[in-house]
T-cell receptor, first 113, second 113 residues
Framework: DGGITQSPKYLFRKEGQNVTLSCEQN?????MYWYRQDPGQGLRLIYY???????QKGDIAEGYSVSREKKESFPLTVTSAQKNPTAFYLC????????????FGPGTRLTVL | AQSVSQHNHHVILSEAASLELGCNYS??????LFWYVQYPGQHLQLLLK??????LVKGIKGFEAEFIKSKFSFNLRKPSVQWSDTAEYFC???????????FGTGTRLKVLA
């Protein structure tokens, strides 16, 4: 069963702690993306990666970090430097074979207390 | 800077009414255009896309969109909405040079039975 897995679905952390959100895919897509979704603001791009061991900053990268050591995995770390980390985080892949259509995971809702 | 504008933030329609959701973008280069939909409790999924050819594209569930290059627009239409179309709709633009996506802020559609 192909798809994108994000875990956990809900995550709670204390202010000042770093937290890592998981994203795994078995679609064999090279490109992966992280977005943040806030009410009334749509999706905003945090980081993206076109290939293993390479990634680029999106529009709101400050306070976040990523790694891309494997094709299947693109974890996102929300650091204590992120001023407003409470949000819904979406991971996506891009399918070159279908006119660059993106496929999205179910998301992780992070709440920082 | 690239941007995507969705003019309608909330739309309420009765079943069988016609729908048109506006989307305008600002980008001078070659783009791929998308509409994604997020039904309550479900993943974001592709509704339709344009990358070349006929500017009138048809998607799932009877939706269509027209790319008007001179107006930088990609409006979504459906002749007759159903209660099951209640969802949030996002317009997105992908730059073919950077593979970076920009999303609009979304339109929440509520269809009254």
């Amino acid at each position: 069963d192909g798809g994108i897995t994000q875990s956990p679905k809900y995550l709670f952390r204390k202010e000042g702690q770093n937290v890592t959100l998981s994203c795994e895919q078995n679609l064999n897509h090279d490109a992966m993306y992280w977005y943040r979704q806030d009410p009334g603001q749509g999706l905003r791009l945090i980081y993206y990666s076109q290939i293993v061991n390479d990634f680029q900053k999106g529009d709101i990268a400050e306070g976040y970090s990523v790694s891309r050591e494997k094709k299947e995995s693109f974890p996102l770390t929300v650091t204590s430097a992120q001023k407003n980390p409470t949000a819904f985080y979406l991971c996506a892949t891009r399918d070159r074979g279908r006119a660059d259509t993106q496929y999205f995971g179910p998301g992780t809702r992070l709440t920082v207390l | 800077a690239q941007s995507v504008s969705q003019h309608n933030h909330h739309v309420i329609l009765s079943e069988a009414a016609s729908l048109e959701l506006g989307c305008n973008y600002s980008y001078g280069g070659t783009v791929n255009l998308f509409w994604y939909v997020q039904y309550p409790g479900q993943h974001l999924q592709l509704l339709l896309k344009y990358f070349s050819g006929d500017p009138l594209v048809k998607g799932i569930k009877g939706f269509e969109a027209e790319f008007i290059k001179s107006k930088f627009s990609f409006n979504l239409r459906k002749p007759s909405v159903q209660w099951s179309d209640t969802a949030e709709y996002f317009c997105a633009v992908m730059s073919s040079g950077t593979y970076k996506y920009i999303f609009g802020t979304g339109t929440r559609l509520k269809v009254l039975a």
